[in-house]
């Protein structure tokens, strides 16, 4: 037998399932080194790209029956443990996120490594050298422990270790510090605090509210049973919201008369799926007809 290949005795049966579970590999590295590469491209992390290359290789090598491929898969589980030790060191579930599918993945080729001989022994097959694999994986363990050790100080972020190069930076001033009156997003601000400086509504005068108007955002369709779900924002004396049929709605903020509405995709039918929130942004130094402003200076073209 050729100690370089795979089986070269396999029956039909056992060839199909290899191929099979070749390709699964190739597709799998396939899928990790295309968001590697744009990962790359945000001048993130460097793992997933090397990954996505050795785990399409191990697949084509296993294809081609050759021995190989389960050393880069080796390589991959090793590559993989100080990776995941450098992020989040010995925290339990950030592991599991990062080592379960991998190990997942790799138990055909781990389980095939080793077959029973007779009652007491064991052969291996695959790995030629379980020792060196071990050492491997040893090594794989004190480089993600050396680098946690020299990395970063600051508390793991999940949303920001490693996946970005930069994290947001502190604002200037608290969006809470804010005296305007309007209300430009859905949380009123960027930061989402939905803090209001205005005081003419208290907590003692809140019972008394009235229904000062209602405004219409139909017509509905009547094939659709939908809810309107939208925050509408304001910016100056103008109210902004949108509806399920593709339409963004401009009502005057004191009254409710409806000043403008447009079709956002005249050539799509409605979805009838809930509009939760529109944006605004103010062109600077904007003027024309597509740059009216309203009653305080504010743009509403």
């Not at 379960?100 to 052969?123: M, N």
């Not at 209001?196 to 369709?221: K, M, Y």
Request: with cysteine; glycine share 12%.
């Amino acid at each position: 037998m050729n100690t370089g290949m795979i089986d070269i005795n396999e029956g039909a049966l056992s060839r199909w399932t290899r191929r099979s579970y070749a390709v699964l590999l190739l597709l799998v590295g396939a899928a990790i080194l295309a968001g590697g590469v744009m990962l790359v491209a945000y001048r993130g992390s460097l793992y997933y790209l090397t990954a996505g290359l050795v785990l399409g290789s191990s697949g084509i090598l296993i294809w081609r029956r050759d021995r190989r491929g389960v050393w880069f898969y080796g390589a991959v589980l090793a590559g993989t443990l100080a990776w995941a030790i450098w992020e989040v060191g010995f925290e339990p579930w950030g592991l599991v996120v990062r080592l379960a599918a991998p190990l997942v993945l790799g138990l055909p080729l781990l389980l095939r490594s080793i077959r029973p001989v007779g009652r007491q022994a064991t052969a291996l097959r695959g790995f030629p050298g379980w020792s060196v694999f071990a050492g491997g994986i040893v090594v794989a363990l004190l480089l993600g422990v050396g680098f946690h050790a020299i990395g970063t100080t600051q508390p793991i972020d999940p949303l920001l270790q490693r996946g970005i190069a930069d994290a947001p930076g502190q604002l200037a001033q608290p969006r809470v510090a804010t005296t305007r009156g309007d209300w430009p997003a859905y949380g009123n601000d960027q930061g989402g605090t939905r803090f209001s400086p205005l005081t003419q509504i208290t907590p003692q005068n809140v019972d008394q509210l009235q229904v000062a108007w209602e405004a219409d955002t139909g017509p509905a369709e009547p094939s659709m049973s939908v809810s309107l779900e939208v925050t509408p924002i304001n910016v100056g004396d103008s109210l902004y919201l949108c509806n399920a049929y593709n339409v963004v709605i401009s009502l005057d903020a004191e009254t409710g008369r409806e000043r403008w509405r447009h079709n956002m995709t005249r050539e799509i039918a409605p979805s009838a799926k809930p509009c939760r929130g529109v944006s605004y942004y103010r062109v600077p130094d904007c003027s024309g007809i597509l740059c009216r402003t309203d009653s305080r200076g504010q743009s509403i073209g």
